[in-house]
């Protein structure tokens, strides 16, 4: 937040910065989908919905699980929400009893923490490292279970390092989780469309026996440039759905009925989201390639070679302890981020709010113009700093 006031208070001061921190696609709504959000308020279709979803986008989900991620749902083992995030809160407050623990792999999404402090449960982070692809290992897993030990959250394709698991990895994981009866596991796949060839999507409920142990969650706003539609799911066995229905229901009751119409458009689009969703992947892609190419450029800079979603997390640590003309020292990823705003007019996001410190985390959904302009200056103001 400190350094997005700092970014908004120089663009005031009519300095061009880059911003390349947000968390969302640079695309318009597919065209289709904003169509069939305007016909729903023409034809009147603005009142509420069931607290659950409509039915017409609780079977679409349906079908989608099933042709796309081998899953077996019926509707009412689905909940639609307003945005994934409130999938996940309600999942965590339904599942997490006080004191039970939450396992996080780092770097974590900002929010996992925080959602488990709500539930008044124990957010217990476990580290991963670059050289791992920042992927769980299932030593550093089986490592901190305990018996209070409730959910385990994973995200693949991961925000913030675009890593992605294997099936294999995955495999391993479940026979851990597998020995722990209590476990549930929380699968966060809402960047599963944003992947790059060879890495495949692999959805954690269809191994086997994780179905009955998984609440998959989903949503439109990354694969479908629909951030501000407001529109996620749920998929889990019937009585964590009840569950999470009961809590959403005296929160904000069903979503949308407007977006809903426009998921059921989404979802029509065809496997995988079709030749809408493929476009805009076909241009992520096009961007990590020229990011990575850059950033593996620069002195001193460690990178792991993210396989989906829309980010990068460089290690720049070599970088911290080191004096910067006309700055200052670099003392850590926080004073990196203020140093490429004021020196490279360029907004990125510090590691430490993702649990891992050495890093910074840069999303190259912006054009290709923007990403080059950025990484001009970048490699530019490095020159400032000695790190020999
Ligand atoms: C990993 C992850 N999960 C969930 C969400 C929430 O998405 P939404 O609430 O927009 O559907 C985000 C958004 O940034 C995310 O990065």
């Not at 034809?43 to 796309?68: C, D």
């Not at 912006?366 to 020159?383: F, G």
């Amino acid at each position: 937040m400190a350094i997005s006031d700092q970014a908004t208070a120089l663009v005031q001061a009519g300095v061009p910065i880059v911003r390349l921190a947000a968390g969302e696609p640079d695309f318009d709504t597919p065209e289709v989908i904003a169509e069939a959000g305007r016909m729903a308020i023409q034809e009147g279709f603005t009142r509420y919905t069931p607290n659950a979803g409509t039915m017409e986008l609780r079977s679409a989900i349906v079908h989608k699980l099933q042709e796309e991620n081998g899953l077996t749902y019926k509707t009412d083992e689905i909940l639609v929400s307003n945005g994934a995030k409130q999938c996940i809160t309600q999942a965590v407050l339904s599942v997490c009893s006080p004191g039970d623990e939450v396992i996080i792999p780092a770097p974590y999404w900002v929010s996992y923490p925080e959602m488990a402090r709500l539930a008044d449960a124990k957010p217990v982070v476990v580290q991963t490292s670059l050289t791992d692809d920042f992927l769980l290992t299932p030593d550093a897993l089986s490592a901190v279970l305990t018996e209070k030990s409730r959910l385990l959250i994973l995200c693949s394709p991961s925000n913030p390092t675009g890593s992605v698991y294997s099936q294999q990895m995955l495999d391993a994981i479940a026979k851990i989780v597998a020995k722990h009866p209590r476990l549930l596991v929380l699968s966060d796949e809402i960047y599963e469309h944003i992947i790059y060839s060879p890495a495949k999507h692999t959805s954690f409920a269809a191994l086997p026996g994780m179905w009955e142990r998984t609440l998959t969650v989903n949503g439109f706003s990354k694969a479908f440039a629909m951030t501000g539609w407001r529109l996620g799911y749920l998929a889990a066995p019937k009585r964590f759905v009840t569950a999470c229905n009961k809590v959403q229901s005296q929160l904000t009751s069903g979503a949308s009925s407007i977006s809903q119409k426009a998921g059921v458009a989404a979802m029509g689009l065809g496997f995988a989201g079709g030749e809408a969703v493929a476009k805009m992947v076909e241009a992520f892609q096009e961007r990590r390639d020229f990011m990575v190419r850059r950033l593996k450029s620069l002195k001193g800079v460690k990178l792991s070679v993210p396989q989906g979603a829309f980010y990068l997390f460089p290690d720049f640590s070599a970088y911290y302890g080191s004096e910067a003309q006309g700055f200052g020292t670099i003392l850590d990823s926080e004073s990196l981020c203020k140093f490429f705003l004021e020196k490279a007019h360029v907004a990125l996001v510090p590691g430490d709010a993702f649990g891992e410190p050495r890093c910074l985390r840069i999303s190259y959904a912006a054009s290709m113009e923007s990403l080059k302009t950025a990484m001009d200056s970048i490699e530019q103001s490095l020159t400032l700093i000695n790190i020999e």
